[in-house]
């Protein structure tokens, strides 16, 4: 599902041309496809327990926020969360959306070799 979205994004055009389109991924691993308003950058939250990073956040937020670090209790448990802006189109990819759309790519790509030899030998 995660990959559908991400790949319907990349194929709709923005609603205008001055929005920034970004991931949004609220401390779990679901993927939305989110714009920001044209004042706000696309963000990378890293949440960190001791040496441990255990929580990962996207989204947009105001330029003034980024590069901050502070405390955030999530589930009875207290992370150091870091902030990292970008500001191009979905410049803030989780790591899991990259691996996704390359195995559906590779998915694609073996069935196609695959259909285009059994039509060679046919």
């Given at each position: ?87 191009g189109p ?33």
């Amino acid at each position: 599902l995660a990959s559908v979205l991400l790949a319907t994004a990349l194929v709709v055009p923005a609603r205008t041309l001055d929005s920034l389109l970004c991931l949004y991924c609220p401390l779990k691993v679901e993927l939305i496809v989110t714009e920001c308003p044209p004042d706000e950058l696309c963000f990378k939250a890293d949440g960190r327990y001791g040496n441990h990073s255990a929580l990962a956040a996207r989204g947009c937020m105001a330029k003034k926020d980024c590069s901050q670090v502070h405390k955030l209790r999530f589930r009875g448990t207290v992370y150091t969360m870091s902030y990292a802006c970008c500001d191009g189109p979905y410049c803030n990819s989780c790591p899991l959306v990259t691996a996704g759309l390359l195995a559906i790519t590779l998915t694609l790509i073996t069935v196609a070799v695959m259909a285009a030899m059994s039509a060679a030998s046919a």
